[in-house]
T-cell receptor, first 114, second 115 residues
Framework: AQTVTQSQPEMSVQEAETVTLSCTYDTSESDYYLFWYKQPPSRQMILVIRQEAYKQQNATENRFSVNFQKAAKSFSLKISDSQLGDAAMYFCAYKRRSQGNLIFGKGTKLSVKP | DTGVSQDPRHKITKRGQNVTFRCDPISEHNRLYWYRQTLGQGPEFLTYFQNEAQLEKSRLLSDRFSAERPKGSFSTLEIQRTEQGDSAMYLC?????????????FGSGTQLSVL
């Protein structure tokens, strides 16, 4: 069975600084997708960034980038120039290409200090 | 396009009662998902529909849970004979496209409290 592990229950970063959130996963599949979702207090999950496993190039979306290490089954999220609005729960998620559902980690609560 | 809408936002019920939640997906989205999220955990998959067909069901979906999506539009999730362990947030998501072109949009959830 696939699992997603986020080992940092909470993280804190100073405004304008950079922070990295960790995620590891376990799968025997070779074709899958990985995601980072943000869940602010409003509770609505928002997609931050996605990575296709077959792509070697790390995905980037403005201030957000990932470090995808397929052999190590690691998928970390780097947030540059952190902003107060980045404060939220961040969830790492995995999806097999052939299956519809996402498998989420337990989340990391990110605080941003002014 | 007003996003994924869930109703009610909060529901308090007594143990043993039945509850029903509604999800209105983004129009034209053919896939609809239900997830459950308990405190301190990530969302857990319950079931999903492609149009009106229920294609996958999690083992978490006991026989007290039933979901429908008549006509492939809105969906309902019913929990019969609620238990305190059913207390959670129930999230709905919809998407269009498949594979790498699929993007999920989540609603704000229904928070269920079973007393």
């Amino acid at each position: 069975a696939q699992t997603v592990t986020q080992s940092q229950p909470e993280m804190s970063v100073q405004e304008a600084e950079t922070v990295t959130l960790s995620c590891t996963y376990d799968t025997s599949e070779s074709d899958y997708y990985l995601f980072w979702y943000k869940q602010p207090p409003s509770r609505q999950m928002i997609l931050v960034i996605r990575q296709e496993a077959y792509k070697q190039q790390n995905a980037t979306e403005n201030r957000f980038s990932v470090n995808f290490q397929k052999a190590a089954k690691s998928f970390s999220l780097k947030i540059s120039d952190s902003q107060l609005g980045d404060a939220a729960m961040y969830f790492c998620a995995y999806k097999r290409r052939s299956q519809g559902n996402l498998i989420f980690g337990k989340g990391t609560k990110l605080s941003v200090k002014p | 396009d007003t996003g994924v809408s869930q109703d009610p936002r909060h529901k308090i019920t007594k143990r043993g009662q039945n509850v029903t939640f509604r999800c209105d997906p983004i129009s034209e989205h053919n896939r609809l998902y239900w997830y459950r999220q308990t405190l301190g955990q990530g969302p857990e998959f319950l079931t999903y529909f492609q149009n009106e067909a229920q294609l996958e069901k999690s083992r978490l979906l006991s026989d007290r849970f039933s979901a429908e999506r008549p006509k492939g539009s809105f969906s309902t999730l019913e929990i019969q004979r609620t238990e305190q362990g059913d207390s959670a947030m129930y999230l709905c998501a919809s998407s269009s496209g498949t594979g790498e072109n699929e993007k999920l949009f989540f609603g704000s959830g229904t928070q269920l409290s079973v007393l």
